[in-house]
């Protein structure tokens, strides 16, 4: 009694979903209704989002959820489609390993330092945040036409309903926001040259977001209108806000996927010197809370050299890797020459070459040097935020899709040398819907809809396990490079 079904739409790098959560006070069922990869385009002028063939896939996602009472889009953060004055696409939208942000960062921080950067906006330096791709966009005939810019959830969210939103978690990905006030930064934005009234007026999560449009109605067969609901439309704020934690658990968390993101949630940001030197950020989550988090390059390792191999099927690499001697071969796992898509295996190669370690060579050593890489980089992240935050874990929370992966969630354990609890691997869709479901009368805070994911989905606890000393080991071995380094 009293349950309500909401839509869950989450896009992630490689591949997007429509989900189906059937929420009540003592009741959370998450259903697949479409899964569609997501495969970016290398064109001319650089790589690109089919965002069309995303778009389709949603609606066939709604047409096969059925009846909701709500719908919620959540996505990467930083990317986002430019309009024309009637509304238009202008142009595929940038896929954020493009490179055409090469350069560009030294030529922001002639006219803003990094350190204020830093200051003011609490973000890390990626190359791919939104201030650098709109400065790398200043000149073109796209950006020229523009009149609206709409982050990836805000566009489908559009073309769903015809209204125009920034949705704020993911709108602080952008590096345009003070994260004090939770508005966007004006005095950043006009030195750089960057017009904010491309930007729609924002929204919070659990804010009205309009209602489907007739045509949309139609195609996925709907009877009558049905709304949309901001949800946290930054992926890693949903999924966040899907992590099990007991109220006053002291936990970090580490979202895997694409990427790996390890950190703290906190009530404010931290923005001093030595974070920033750490390259930790701050994004806001559900709830004015801080996401103060490292971004490590994660799966998107091995899926690259799956890519490589054209090899589909993951388990019998694992089972392979697991067979392998532990931390024989180690790479940084946050260095920012992995980051565009091409060779993976081959970097991999080069960058154990270059430390003067062994060179892994056969498919099951390059894997277990991905495991042991990730496992490490986690460690060294979950170690660093407690220090600069000063604050303590007793516990990592692993979500997403690497919680399937037990070798990972293990070797992060002895990492770590914490326990792990890993689940619920569809974190994203199931905080999305949970923020739905909150602005659709479910009561309770953050932490109440915590405990009832904790309640109703499977977990699987790793103890952390083998000898300690040898991370240490390879931990000191690794720890002089820096991530993603301003
Ligand atoms: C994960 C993610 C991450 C961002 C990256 C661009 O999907 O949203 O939080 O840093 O994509």
Not at 62 to 83: E, N, T
Not at 177 to 202: H, K
Not at 269 to 282: D, L, W
Not at 343 to 350: F, S
């Amino acid at each position: 009694a009293g349950a309500k079904t909401f839509a869950a739409v989450d896009l992630g790098a490689s591949s997007g979903r429509v989900m189906a959560g059937r929420v009540g006070p003592d009741t959370l069922r998450l259903t697949e209704a479409h899964r569609f990869p997501n495969r970016p385009v290398h064109l001319p002028e650089g790589l690109r989002w089919d965002i069309l063939g995303l778009y389709g896939g949603v609606l066939d996602g709604l047409r096969a959820a059925g009846p909701v009472d709500s719908v919620g889009i959540d996505s990467w953060a930083v990317d986002y489609g430019l309009l024309a004055a009637d509304g238009s696409l202008l142009g595929n939208p940038v896929h954020y390993r493009d490179r055409r942000t090469e350069g560009v960062p030294e030529r922001v921080w002639a006219t803003v330092p990094p350190d204020d950067l830093y200051r003011v906006t609490g973000i890390q330096y990626a190359p791919f945040n939104t201030l650098y791709q709109l400065v790398a966009a200043q000149g073109t005939p796209q950006l020229a036409a523009a009149r609206r810019l709409l982050l990836i959830p805000d566009l489908i969210a559009y073309w769903l309903t015809g209204e125009q939103g920034t949705e704020l978690t993911n709108a602080s990905t952008t590096q345009l926001i003070d994260p004090r006030t939770g508005d966007w930064n004006r005095s950043l934005a006009d030195r750089l040259g960057i017009d904010l009234a491309l930007l729609a007026p924002l929204r919070r999560p659990g804010d009205p977001a309009g209602t489907l449009l007739p045509a949309v109605q139609e195609r996925t067969g709907r009877p009558g209108p049905v709304p949309v609901t901001a949800v946290g439309s930054h992926d890693t704020a949903s999924a966040v806000a899907a992590v099990p934690a007991g109220r006053g658990e002291r936990f970090a968390y580490l979202c895997t996927g694409t990427w790996s993101l390890v950190g703290l949630e906190l009530d404010a940001p931290v923005t001093t010197g030595a974070s920033r030197a750490a390259n930790f950020t701050n994004e806001l989550g559900i709830d004015g809370t801080v996401r103060f988090l490292r971004n490590i390059m994660g799966l998107w390792l091995l899926q690259e050299c799956m890519r490589t191999w054209e090899v589909t099927d993951v388990t019998p690499l694992l089972a392979e890797a697991a067979r392998m001697p532990a931390l024989r071969y180690v790479v940084d796992a946050a260095a920012p020459e992995f980051l565009a898509p091409g060779d993976m295996p081959g970097r991999i190669a080069a960058a154990c070459r270059a430390t003067g370690g062994p060179v892994p060579h056969s498919r099951a050593e390059i894997t277990r040097c991905v495991l042991d890489s990730l496992a490490l980089a986690h460690r060294r992240a979950i170690r660093e935020a407690q220090h600069l935050a000063d604050r303590e874990a007793d516990v990592v929370h692993l979500v997403g899709g690497g919680a399937r992966n037990a070798l990972l969630c293990q070797l992060t354990s002895d990492a770590c040398g914490v326990p792990v609890v890993a689940g619920p691997a569809e974190a994203a869709a199931l905080g999305n819907v949970l923020v739905q479901a909150r602005a659709h009368g479910l009561p309770g805070d953050l932490a109440s809809t915590r405990e009832l994911i904790a309640r109703t989905q499977p977990l699987t606890r790793y103890e952390p396990s083998g000898d300690p000393t040898a991370w240490e080991a390879a931990a000191r071995r690794t720890e002089d490079t820096r991530p993603l380094s301003a």
